[in-house]
């Protein structure tokens, strides 16, 4: 916990003070969801795949950074990464930034489920239907990390709202 003046916020003490979200559809138009236990909300949560930069790795860059964590979380290789847009997770709670980072050429490598007893359970959802999961998910008491719907939102285009492309 930090404190500057009368506000207090989180700040990693590893890493680069970044995390990629990352963006991932197979070639048979399923997106990647991870499901796993987060501590601080004391729930299981669906997200998007995701990791930070640098913590383990002193040359991390995002790009690297999702290219592992896909494949930690996952077990799918992406052939390219692209960032989309970096910003700030919760600007008033956490210096934390993350960059979404769209996967595309994907090919599976392993089994996925992360590292260090990370726990996940990937989840490879229709496209079509992803919405309806998650919201069925959420009725059934996982917490749905934000984020994702603007992940789903960005399997099509671009921050600018232009197609991907």
Do not use: C
């Not at 963006?23 to 930070?52: N, S």
């Amino acid at each position: 916990m930090m404190r500057r003046g009368h506000w207090e916020y989180a700040e990693r003490t590893h890493g680069k003070g970044m995390a990629v979200i990352i963006i991932a559809v197979t070639p048979d138009d399923r997106v990647l969801f991870v499901e796993q236990q987060r501590v601080p909300l004391g729930a299981r949560t669906i997200e998007m795949p995701a990791g930070l930069v640098g913590d383990d790795h002193d040359h991390d860059t995002l790009e690297s950074a999702a290219r592992r964590e896909l494949v930690e979380e996952t077990g799918w290789e992406p052939a390219k990464v692209e960032v989309l847009l970096i910003g700030p997770t919760s600007a008033g709670m956490s210096s934390e930034r993350i960059a979404f980072v769209r996967a595309t050429g994907l090919r599976r490598v392993g089994d996925g489920g992360g590292v260090d007893g990370e726990d996940i359970v990937v989840h490879e959802v229709p496209r079509d239907h992803a919405p309806a999961w998650l919201m069925a998910k959420q009725d059934e008491g996982y917490e749905l990390d934000l984020k994702l719907w603007a992940g789903l939102w960005m399997i099509e285009r671009n921050p600018d709202g232009s197609a991907a492309g």
